[in-house]
Nanobody, 115 residues
Framework: QVQLVESGGGLVQAGGSLRLSCAASESILSFNTMAWYRQAPGKLRESVAV???????MYADSVKGRFTVSRDNSKGTVYLQMHGLKPEDTGVYSC?????????WGQGTQVTVSS
C-alpha cells in the first residue's frame, strides 16, 4: 500500500513562506504524476501544483509565480515551496500520486495564513 506523508504546514503571516514535503513509501518516479491539492473551509478541493514523471509542472493560476513544486528522487520526496503567502492560501494541503489510473492521498497538512 502506497503511503504519502506530508509535513511542513503551520501558521504564517501574509507575505511569508513555507515549504511542504511529501514523502512517499515507493519511488516517486513510479508515479505518472504527483500533485499538491488544497481544500479551504467550505470549498471544494482544488489542484495547486502538478509534477509529472517527466519533470513537467503545472500550476493553478492563483499560485503561479509564488509556488514551486519540485522533487528529490533520492529522498523519495516532493516539495511545495510557497512564497508570498496570502490569507486565501489557507487550507489543508494534501499530496496526491497517480499510477496506472489509481490515485493515492496523504493525510494532509494544515496551512494557515494570517492577515
Amino acid at each position: 500500500q502506497v503511503q504519502l506523508v506530508e509535513s511542513g504546514g503551520g501558521l504564517v503571516q501574509a507575505g511569508g513562506s513555507l515549504r511542504l514535503s511529501c514523502a512517499a513509501s515507493e519511488s516517486i518516479l513510479s508515479f505518472n504524476t504527483m500533485a499538491w491539492y488544497r481544500q479551504a473551509p467550505g470549498k471544494l478541493r482544488e489542484s495547486v501544483a502538478v509534477l509529472t514523471s517527466g519533470g513537467s509542472t503545472m500550476y493553478a493560476d492563483s499560485v503561479k509565480g509564488r509556488f514551486t513544486v519540485s522533487r528529490d528522487n533520492s529522498k523519495g520526496t516532493v516539495y511545495l515551496q510557497m512564497h508570498g503567502l496570502k490569507p486565501e492560501d489557507t487550507g489543508v494541503y494534501s499530496c496526491n500520486a497517480v499510477r496506472a489510473s489509481r490515485a493515492y492521498w496523504g493525510q494532509g497538512t494544515q496551512v494557515t495564513v494570517s492577515s
